[in-house]
């Protein structure tokens, strides 16, 4: 093989043209200013025409792609076909829109592309700067952990996951085991549906999911939760935790927190908060008082891409046992392992 010692004849990722692509960036820069500034002269929503719906099935491409070709087509066929939620009047939903600076800070990352499991590079630090922010914005204590998901769904089953194994501490070890007491978790009928698929995910079923009537407010009604936790006591399950909502996603509604922390307190429950629509509101002085609970919580999940207006897509959970958190994931493979000798790099929270 030819020893190349030419770094200019090996730089097989890189464009053609340096210039060319300097002026296709460029141009999306302006035109991405100028779509977002004039938004609001465009309708909401568009539908999608059939012969553009069309272009959506094309088979895969066999040969190389001229990028200013794919950029024309993504302005035809894709920009003005957006879902709406970054237009002024869009009210449907709980979705964020995102901000331009957003969308640049996309860009720098994706030009440094940095995988944050493992080094010592600063993004690791960015990661986690950004979960300590996220501490404080809730003030939750600084001790806990906490880890960036893509979304409350993920944020909310990596919680109830922790919580699980804080109950059930051999099943990693050994899995579901059929004659263990049933798990049970309870949560409010308003409950946002992921709470569920997370119960089915992480081996509790369904049927264990206790949907506890609301009252006139949609809040869980406690005096109801009380009454199924201690009939399922009776009968021999096993409560485990309980998940609070702070905004319920069909009202805003916020769960009786400080009963239900007291509820968890007495009988020995996981607190898991879904704050993914609201526990952010904790920043309004207004309504901190009735999330000041959250603080107790023994996990939270909550959003960064909605009242945040974080881009897509950005979640996060915090365990307020740091040692818990880690003991439900950690696996150090020999790859991972620290050497004596050498530079000592950083792990990701020092989770593995
Ligand atoms: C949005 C939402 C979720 C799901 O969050 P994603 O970020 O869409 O995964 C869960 N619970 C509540 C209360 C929500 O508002």
């Keep these: 093989m030819k020893s190349n010692n030419n770094l200019e004849d090996i730089n097989g990722l890189d464009p053609e043209s340096w210039e060319e692509m300097r002026e296709l960036g460029h141009q999306m820069i302006d035109d991405m200013i100028s779509f977002l500034k004039n938004i609001h002269h465009e309708p909401s929503w568009k539908e999608i025409p059939e012969d553009t719906k069309a272009y959506f099935k094309e088979d895969l491409p066999e040969v190389p792609q001229n990028s200013k070709k794919v950029y024309q087509e993504f302005k035809r ?3 003005p076909y957006n879902k709406g939620n970054i237009h002024p009047r869009f009210f449907a939903w ?9 969308a640049y800070s996309e860009m720098l990352a994706a030009v440094m592309n940095p995988n944050v499991t493992i080094g010592e590079h600063a993004a690791m630090y960015v990661d986690e700067q950004v979960v300590k922010w996220c501490k404080q914005m809730l003030n939750y204590p600084n001790s806990s952990s906490g880890i960036l998901l893509s979304g409350g769904s993920m944020a909310n089953i990596t919680g109830l996951t922790v919580a699980r194994n804080s109950h059930a501490n051999s099943i990693r070890e050994y899995g579901i085991q059929k004659n263990n007491k049933k798990l049970v978790v309870y949560c409010s009928e308003e409950t ?12 509790i079923g369904n049927k264990f999911v206790r949907k506890i009537k609301t009252n006139s407010e949609y809040e869980m009604d406690c005096d109801k939760l009380l009454e199924q936790l201690l009939l399922d006591i009776k009968e021999g399950l096993q409560p485990f935790c309980i998940v609070a909502t702070t905004g319920t996603v069909n009202t805003g509604a916020i769960d009786p927190l400080e009963d239900i922390y007291n509820i968890c307190k007495k009988y020995n429950l996981w607190l898991h908060i879904d704050g993914a629509y609201g526990a952010l509101a904790k920043l309004d002085p207004n309504i901190a008082p009735k999330l000041k609970y959250i603080e107790l919580a023994d996990s939270v999940a909550f959003d960064l891409h909605k009242w945040l207006h974080v881009p897509y897509e950005l979640g996060c ?18 790859y991972l392992l620290q050497t004596e000798r050498g530079k000592r790099i950083s792990w990701r929270f020092r989770c593995h």
Excluded: W
């Design 94 to 102: 709980v979705q964020g829109s995102g901000t331009l600076m957003g």
């Design 77 to 79: 066929y894709i920009l």
């Design 192 to 203: 946002h549906s992921c709470i569920t698929k997370a119960a089915e995910i992480i081996g």
């Design 317 to 334: 959970l915090l365990v307020k046992d740091a040692d818990n958190h880690r003991s439900t994931f950690a696996i150090t493979p020999n």
